[in-house]
């Protein structure tokens, strides 16, 4: 059976998180956004390794629960065998003793039957050898029963000599049973011994095993607490986000983009291939920016198109169009809608396509300081990073301008 190795990495990060974290409440609203943002990219990264962790966490409880599994039917296995070993323990414990009873009484039998010739001897000798065989013949009332009573005097003596070796040979085949029986007795209790030793052995890895579930299922319970705890901070951060994303705050920061603080890029091309331009009504990219924030933890839904669930590509058709801009609902259609850019040029507004399970299958809005806000599967309505981790992997530098 393969022995269970169990490792979790959970303490670290447990630690970092409380003490990062644990004034965070007090302090979200007195920091600028950028040190917002850069602290909710923070909070995402920590959420994103206890994620993962939790991940080991309950593989890792799988594997024991199978292994605890194997071990009950081992013991199950073993206490079987040892049962069938006592049973037959038992049995030979018995024959022993109706042999031993078996010798016992052939000896008692032997004995008597030996004196018995042992009188007869010493009586025919005290009497010269001749009185029992003259007490035959004056006895006897012819020949004929005279000859018969000295044929029947030895056929006497012959038969008890005959018995008393008979009776010697079954004490020496009983006794040859005894020793085979005596034999399997110790080889029984032997094995006996052994089972037990192998049940004791799988019960104590059974208990270790226990031990290791119960402190994984601890573990996870901390760090599903210590997420838990961070989601609240990180809700608290992304609505101050919110607040210091106002329409006049995200309309000036879209207007002075050359000189951005998230410093990256700071001249704007305008020689870009142009494919279809979507329709334009009255609106404001900075609504287009600032719609989801509201909704931010609204749950992926394949599809959706509203704040009951979004998809990717649904959440960016809404978006624009809370701004008054008209654009498509599907990624296929989105990757063709605009300018495309260049990342060197990349500005709040932009879309952004990620290569996820096919190019161009993921698509968000850039929201500045290099991250985006859009509808993820793993996390629903959700700012995200590209500057590291998953998204910067799979950001293939694909950016189309909708709005100029």
């Given at each position: 059976m393969?022995?269970?190795?169990?490792?979790?990495?959970?303490?670290?990060?447990?630690g970092?998180?409380?003490?990062?974290?644990?004034?965070t409440?007090?302090?979200?609203?007195?920091?600028?956004l950028?040190e917002?943002q850069?602290?909710q990219?923070?909070?995402?990264?920590?959420?994103?390794e206890i994620?993962?962790?939790?991940?080991?966490?309950e593989?890792?409880?799988?594997?024991?629960?199978?292994e605890?599994?194997?071990?009950n039917?081992?013991?199950?296995?073993?206490?079987?065998?040892?049962?069938?070993?006592?049973?037959?323990?038992?049995?030979?414990?018995?024959?022993?003793s109706?042999?031993?009873?078996?010798i016992a009484?052939?000896?008692?039998a032997?004995?008597?039957?030996?004196?018995?010739?042992?009188?007869?001897?010493?009586?025919?000798?005290?009497?010269?050898?001749?009185?029992?065989?003259?007490?035959?013949?004056?006895?006897s009332?012819s020949?004929?029963d005279?000859v018969?009573?000295?044929?029947?005097i030895?056929?006497?003596?012959?038969?008890?000599?005959?018995?008393i070796?008979?009776?010697e040979?079954?004490?020496k085949?009983?006794?040859?049973?005894?020793?085979?029986?005596?034999e399997?007795?110790?080889?029984l209790e032997?094995?006996?011994?052994?089972?037990?030793?192998?049940?004791?052995?799988?019960?104590?890895?059974?208990?270790?095993?226990k031990?290791?579930?119960?402190?994984l299922?601890?573990?996870?319970?901390?760090?599903?607490?210590?997420?838990?705890?961070?989601a609240?901070?990180?809700?608290?951060?992304?609505?101050?986000?919110?607040?210091?994303?106002?329409?006049?705050?995200?309309?000036?920061?879209?207007?002075?983009?050359?000189?951005?603080?998230d410093?990256n890029?700071?001249t704007l091309?305008k020689?870009?291939?142009k494919?279809s331009?979507?329709a334009?009504?009255?609106?404001?990219?900075?609504?287009?920016?600032n719609?989801?924030?509201?909704?931010?933890?609204?749950?992926?839904?394949?599809?959706?198109?509203?704040?009951?669930?979004f998809d990717c590509s649904?959440?960016?058709?809404?978006?624009?169009?809370q701004g008054?801009y008209?654009?498509?609902?599907s990624?296929?259609?989105l990757q063709?809608?605009?300018?495309?850019v260049?990342?060197?040029?990349?500005?709040?507004?932009?879309?952004?396509?990620?290569?996820t399970?096919?190019?161009?299958?993921?698509?968000?809005?850039?929201?500045?300081?290099g991250q985006f806000?859009?509808?993820?599967?793993?996390?629903?309505?959700?700012?995200?990073?590209m500057?590291?981790?998953?998204?910067?992997?799979h950001?293939a530098?694909?950016?189309?301008?909708?709005?100029?």
């Amino acid at each position: 059976m393969k022995k269970a190795v169990i490792t979790i990495a959970t303490v670290t990060i447990i630690g970092i998180g409380s003490t990062f974290f644990t004034s965070t409440a007090s302090t979200v609203g007195a920091e600028s956004l950028n040190e917002l943002q850069d602290k909710q990219s923070q909070i995402e990264s920590e959420r994103s390794e206890i994620k993962d962790n939790l991940s080991k966490a309950e593989s890792e409880i799988a594997d024991v629960l199978i292994e605890l599994e194997e071990l009950n039917e081992e013991i199950a296995q073993v206490e079987e065998a040892l049962q069938k070993n006592e049973d037959k323990l038992d049995e030979t414990n018995t024959e022993i003793s109706e042999k031993e009873k078996e010798i016992a009484e052939l000896e008692e039998a032997i004995e008597k039957r030996s004196n018995i010739l042992k009188d007869r001897m010493v009586s025919y000798q005290k009497n010269g050898g001749n009185i029992g065989f003259l007490d035959v013949i004056f006895g006897s009332k012819s020949f004929g029963d005279l000859v018969s009573r000295v044929s029947a005097i030895t056929k006497i003596t012959d038969s008890d000599t005959e018995l008393i070796n008979q009776q010697e040979e079954d004490k020496k085949s009983v006794g040859n049973k005894l020793d085979e029986l005596t034999e399997m007795q110790v080889e029984l209790e032997g094995m006996q011994e052994t089972i037990l030793a192998q049940k004791e052995q799988t019960v104590e890895q059974k208990d270790e095993l226990k031990q290791k579930e119960q402190e994984l299922i601890d573990k996870k319970k901390e760090l599903q607490v210590e997420d838990s705890r961070l989601a609240s901070i990180e809700r608290e951060v992304r609505q101050s986000i919110a607040a210091k994303r106002t329409p006049s705050t995200a309309s000036a920061s879209s207007s002075s983009s050359n000189s951005s603080s998230d410093g990256n890029l700071n001249t704007l091309s305008k020689k870009e291939n142009k494919s279809s331009t979507p329709a334009k009504a009255s609106g404001s990219l900075s609504t287009v920016i600032n719609a989801g924030y509201q909704y931010l933890g609204v749950p992926y839904v394949w599809g959706g198109k509203t704040p009951s669930g979004f998809d990717c590509s649904g959440f960016v058709s809404w978006a624009f169009a809370q701004g008054g801009y008209s654009v498509p609902s599907s990624t296929a259609a989105l990757q063709s809608t605009g300018t495309k850019v260049s990342y060197s040029n990349i500005k709040p507004g932009d879309l952004v396509f990620f290569n996820t399970y096919k190019t161009n299958g993921h698509v968000g809005i850039y929201i500045g300081n290099g991250q985006f806000i859009g509808s993820q599967s793993s996390y629903g309505l959700s700012v995200k990073s590209m500057t590291s981790g998953y998204w910067k992997d799979h950001f293939a530098g694909h950016v189309r301008r909708v709005v100029n």
